[in-house]
C-alpha cells in the first residue's frame, strides 16, 4: 500500500519535472531562434516568464513545429530515454554547422543521492530556486549574442535528440550524425535541476576567421 | 592585464597552432625549450605566479609557442570552467602535420581522439542520435519586408488607375428578352452596335448615334443571337426558329437565310466566313457563307442547349459552352471536341480568349457555380480559378490593361475588373439593378457596353486609355468610338 502511494507521489513529481524541463526548452529554443535571427524579429512576441520578458513565436507553422518536436522530447523525458537535445544552427546553402545549442538531460538518481549521505542529498528543490536557474540561463542565452560570431548568411536550423537505443522512435526521427562543427569553440551556460532531472547547457561555435586579423 | 588575457591569449594560441607558415626547424628547437622549462616549473603553490609569468613570456618570446603545456596548468578561464571535459580536438587535429612521423601520430591518438571527441559532443557509442527530420519553416519572411520597404506611392500610383464607375451613357432597350440563353448585343469594328430586341434588330451608331432598325417580315418568331462578321459590314441573325440570316447593313436587306436547325439558334459567331452556330438541341454547325450548301460541319457532343461559343483569335480552335455545364474546345477541322472540362456545375455561357496569350480561354458558370475558371488549353490544364459570388453572364478581356471584366447576375447584378494573372479585384462596378445579360467591348478596347433585364442598354468607359487616345487624336480623327451623338434607340 505505501509502496504504492509513494510510487505514485513519485509518479507525479517525475511528470512535474518533465513538464518544467520541457516548458524550459520550449522558452530556451524559441530565445535562441529568436536571439540568433534564424527567424525575424517581428514573428516573436514578449511573454512574462522565469520573471523575465521572454521572446515567444507568433508564427503558427513554427508554433507547430515546436509542439510537435516538444510533445515527444516529453515522451522520451518521462521515460528517462533521452540525454541530451541539441539545436545545430546551420547555414542554408551549404549545411554547414555553424551553432550547436547543447542541452544535457541527466536524471538524478534518488538512490545515488541517499548514498552519498546526507551532504550529497539535496533538499527539496523550491519552485523559485528552479524559476531562478532556469532565469539564468535563459539570461545567458539572451548575453550569448555578444560573444557568438555575427550568423551573415540566412540560416536554418536542425533538432538532434540523443536517445538510448531502446527508446521508441516515431517516424519523424531518424537517424544522424552528431552534426559536429569544425574547430569549435565552447562556452557553458549555467544548469538548472528539479528534483529529477539536472539540466546543463553549452553552446559550441564556429570560430571562423576569427584568428586570420591577428596575425 | 591578468584579467584580460585569458580569453585573448587562448586565441592566439590558437592562431599560432594553426599557422602552416611557421618553419618547422624553430618550432621544435623551441619546443625542447619549452619541455625543459616545464620539467622545471616550481609547484603548485606559487602556480599563481608561473601563471604570470608566463602570461608575460608568452608575449615577449614569440607568438609561435605551442600552447600544448599551459593547458596543463591553466585549466579553465572566464568561459570554461572545466577545459579538460571539452576537449580541445581542432589542436589535436594538427599537430600531426607538423610533425614527421605524421601517420603514427595519427593512429595513436586516433582512439583517444574519438572518445575525447565523443566526449566533448556527448556522443555515446550506446546511444542513436535521432534528428527531427521534419524541415523547420523557412525564415524567407525578408522579402515581405521588402515588399513593405518600397515606396508605397509606386505600387499606388502605377497600378491602381482610376475606373469610372458610373456610365458614360444609359440608352433605353425596351423589349430585351429577359433570357440568359440568348446573345444579343454585338458591337461592330465600324463602330455600330447591334441589339436584338424581341423581333426587331436595332443598330446603333456609336459615332453619330443615329439608330436604323433591320426591316424584317416575318414577325412571327424573336431574335436569339446576332452577331458581326469580320469586317463589319454583315450581321448574321440567329432566330428562335433556327432560321441564320445573313443582312447587309449599309443596304439594310437580307443577303441570305441559311435554314436547317430545328431549334431556336443561341449563338453565332465568325470565322471570316464561316459562321458557327449553336442549337437548342445541343448541336454546332459550321456554315460556309459563300457556297449553297451551308452546312459544313456539325459538331455533336453537347448534350443539352449550346449558348456559348468562341473562336480564338487565330480561328483554329472554338470554345463552347452549354447547359449541360460543359466546356469543350474543338479544333477548326475537327467534329469531336479536343478537350471537355467538366468542372462547371451550371451552365456556362461565358466564354473568352486571352487575347496575349492565345492558350487561355476564360469560363464562367451559372447562378450554381459562380467560378470563373481559366484553361490552358494548350497543356489541359487548369490554371486559375475565381469564386465570384454570383452568376457570371459574360466575360471581356482588355488587351491594353492585361485585365478581364465579367459581368454578373444574380445576386450582385454587377460588373467586376479582375487584373491577370494575379485576380486582384480592381474594380467592382454596381451596374445595374437586375441581371447583366450581354455585354460586348468597343473596336477601340476603351469601351464596353452592357445589357441588362431592367432594359438598359448602358456603356462604360472603363479601359479608358489616355495615351491611345491622344494617338489616334493626332493620327486618325475620324476613328473614334469616343464621340456619341444620339440618345435613345427607338
Known amino acids: 500500500m505505501s509502496f504504492e502511494t509513494k510510487n505514485i507521489r513519485e509518479n507525479i513529481s517525475l511528470k512535474g519535472s518533465t513538464k518544467i524541463v520541457v516548458e524550459f526548452f520550449e522558452f530556451a529554443l524559441n530565445s535562441i531562434l529568436f536571439q540568433r535571427a534564424i527567424y525575424p524579429p517581428e514573428d516573436f512576441k514578449m511573454v512574462k516568464k522565469y520573471g523575465l520578458n521572454v521572446l515567444v513565436t507568433i508564427d503558427d507553422s513554427l508554433k507547430s513545429y515546436l509542439k510537435k518536436l516538444l510533445t515527444q522530447v516529453e515522451v522520451w ?139 | 592585464m591578468k584579467l584580460t588575457s585569458p580569453p585573448s591569449r587562448a586565441k592566439s594560441a590558437k592562431s599560432v597552432g594553426g599557422s602552416p607558415k611557421t618553419p618547422i626547424a624553430s618550432q621544435s628547437d623551441l619546443f625542447k625549450i619549452f619541455k625543459s622549462c616545464k620539467k622545471k616549473s616550481p609547484k603548485s603553490i606559487i602556480k599563481k605566479e608561473i601563471l604570470k609569468l608566463d602570461v608575460i613570456a608568452n608575449d615577449w618570446i614569440c607568438p609561435a609557442t605551442p600552447s600544448k603545456g599551459k593547458k596543463n596548468k591553466f585549466q579553465c578561464d572566464r568561459f570554461i570552467p572545466v577545459r579538460e571535459t571539452m576537449g580541445e580536438p581542432s589542436e589535436q587535429l594538427r599537430i600531426p602535420q607538423r610533425e614527421s612521423g605524421k601517420e603514427q601520430y595519427l593512429n595513436s591518438n586516433e582512439l583517444e581522439y574519438q572518445e575525447k571527441l565523443a566526449e566533448a559532443c556527448g556522443v555515446s557509442l550506446e546511444k542513436r542520435i535521432l534528428a527531427f527530420n521534419l524541415q523547420p519553416p523557412s525564415s524567407q519572411k525578408d522579402d515581405l519586408r521588402q515588399l513593405y520597404n518600397q515606396p508605397m506611392k509606386l505600387s499606388t500610383i502605377q497600378f491602381k488607375r482610376r475606373i469610372l464607375t458610373s456610365p458614360e451613357r444609359v440608352l433605353d432597350a425596351p423589349g430585351l428578352l429577359d433570357d440568359y440563353y440568348l446573345n444579343l448585343l454585338d458591337w461592330s469594328i465600324k463602330n455600330m452596335v447591334a441589339i436584338g430586341l424581341d423581333q426587331c434588330v436595332y443598330i446603333w451608331n456609336a459615332d453619330t448615334g443615329g439608330v436604323t432598325s433591320l426591316e424584317r417580315t416575318n414577325p412571327s418568331d424573336y431574335i436569339a443571337s446576332l452577331s458581326w462578321s469580320y469586317n463589319g459590314d454583315y450581321l448574321a441573325v440567329g432566330t428562335s426558329d433556327g432560321d441564320i440570316q445573313i443582312w447587309d447593313v449599309l443596304k439594310e436587306q437580307k443577303i441570305r437565310s441559311m435554314l436547317g436547325h430545328t431549334a431556336r439558334v443561341g449563338v453565332i459567331t465568325w470565322n471570316k466566313h464561316i459562321i458557327s452556330s449553336g442549337c437548342k438541341d445541343g448541336n454546332i454547325w459550321h456554315h ?27 480561328g483554329d480552335q472554338l470554345a463552347s459552352g452549354g447547359n449541360d455545364n460543359r466546356v469543350n474546345i474543338w479544333d477548326a477541322r475537327a467534329s469531336t471536341p479536343r478537350l471537355t472540362k467538366n468542372n462547371h456545375v451550371a451552365a456556362v455561357k461565358a466564354l473568352a480568349w486571352c487575347p496575349w496569350q492565345s492558350h487561355i480561354l476564360a469560363s464562367g458558370g451559372g447562378s450554381y457555380d459562380r467560378h470563373i475558371h481559366f484553361w490552358n488549353v494548350s497543356s489541359d490544364a487548369r490554371v486559375k480559378s475565381i469564386d465570384t459570388g454570383s452568376q457570371v453572364t459574360s466575360i471581356i478581356w482588355s488587351k491594353d490593361f492585361k485585365e478581364l471584366l465579367s459581368t454578373h447576375g444574380f445576386p450582385n447584378h454587377n460588373m467586376t475588373i479582375w487584373s491577370y494573372p494575379t485576380l486582384n479585384k480592381t474594380a467592382d462596378i454596381p451596374a445595374h439593378e437586375s441581371r447583366i445579360l450581354h455585354s460586348t467591348i468597343s473596336p477601340d478596347n476603351q469601351v464596353v457596353a452592357t445589357a441588362a433585364s431592367d432594359e438598359n442598354l448602358k456603356i462604360w468607359r472603363v479601359f479608358q486609355n489616355a495615351r491611345k487616345n491622344e494617338k489616334s487624336k493626332n493620327s486618325d480623327k475620324e476613328n473614334t468610338g469616343s464621340v456619341f451623338g444620339g440618345c435613345t434607340i427607338r
Not at chain 1, 541539441?86 to 538531460?105: K, T, Y
Not at chain 1, 569544425?182 to 528539479?194: A, D, H, I, K, M
Request: proline content about 4%; hydrophobic content about 35%; some cysteine.
Open chain 1, 77 to 215: 523525458i518521462n521515460a528517462g530515454k533521452i540525454s541530451k537535445l541539441i539545436l545545430a544552427i546551420m547555414n542554408v546553402e551549404n549545411r554547414e554547422i555553424l551553432e550547436r545549442w547543447q542541452f544535457d538531460i541527466q536524471i538524478i538518481d534518488e538512490e545515488n543521492k541517499e548514498n552519498k549521505g546526507p551532504g550529497g542529498g539535496k533538499k527539496q528543490r523550491t519552485d523559485q530556486e528552479i524559476k531562478n536557474e532556469i532565469q539564468a540561463i535563459i539570461r545567458q542565452i539572451t548575453a550569448s549574442v555578444t560573444f557568438l560570431p555575427v550568423l551573415e548568411d540566412e540560416c536554418t536550423f536542425n533538432i538532434l535528440a540523443f536517445t538510448d537505443k531502446d527508446a521508441e522512435v516515431p517516424a519523424e526521427w531518424d537517424d544522424s550524425d552528431p552534426l559536429i562543427i569544425q574547430n569549435p569553440e565552447y562556452v557553458r551556460l549555467r544548469s538548472f535541476s528539479t528534483k529529477n532531472h539536472k539540466v546543463d547547457a553549452i553552446v559550441s561555435y564556429r570560430l571562423g576567421f576569427y584568428d586570420d586579423p591577428k596575425r
Open chain 2, 288 to 314: 460556309d457563307t459563300r457556297v449553297a450548301q451551308h452546312k459544313v460541319a456539325e459538331l455533336i457532343d453537347h448534350t443539352s442547349e449550346v449558348y456559348g461559343l468562341k473562336w480564338n483569335s487565330n
